[in-house]
């Protein structure tokens, strides 16, 4: 079965950063696409960054360029997000996502398996 478990979510205040990480089982890690996406309140999910299996990035819009930085280490099976700057605006749900693609793809919507989800708030 597969499992995405996230964690390192919280509160944090503008200009703060946060790592999230991602453990995952159940499939063969290093031949899977994994990427993170979130849900702002009121607001349809968007695709935030993705690591390919052969360790390329995609970050989903300029918003996130230079801000926020994905990695891997498929030796623990784990992801992470590694946020700074934040702003007001990344106050979401943050997902963490897998799909059996070498590169990653063109946007959210076509990553298989799901984590529940995590809470990031960004407040004074």
């Known amino acids: 079965e597969v499992q995405l478990v996230e964690s390192g979510g919280g509160l944090v205040q503008p200009g703060g950063s946060l790592t999230l990480s991602c453990a995952a089982s159940?499939?063969?890690?290093?031949?899977?696409?994994i990427g993170w996406s979130r849900r702002a309140p009121g607001k349809e999910r968007e695709g935030v960054s993705c690591i390919s299996a052969g360790h390329i990035t995609r970050y989903y819009s300029r918003a996130f360029n230079g801000r926020f930085t994905i990695s891997r280490d498929n030796a623990e099976n784990m992801v992470y997000l590694q946020m700074n700057s934040l702003e007001l605006e990344d106050t979401a749900v943050y997902y963490c996502a897998a799909v059996d693609y070498y590169y990653c793809p063109s946007n959210a919507s076509y990553f298989s398996y799901w984590g529940q989800g995590i809470q990031v708030t960004v407040s004074p």
């Open positions: 159940g499939f063969t890690f290093d031949q899977y696409t």
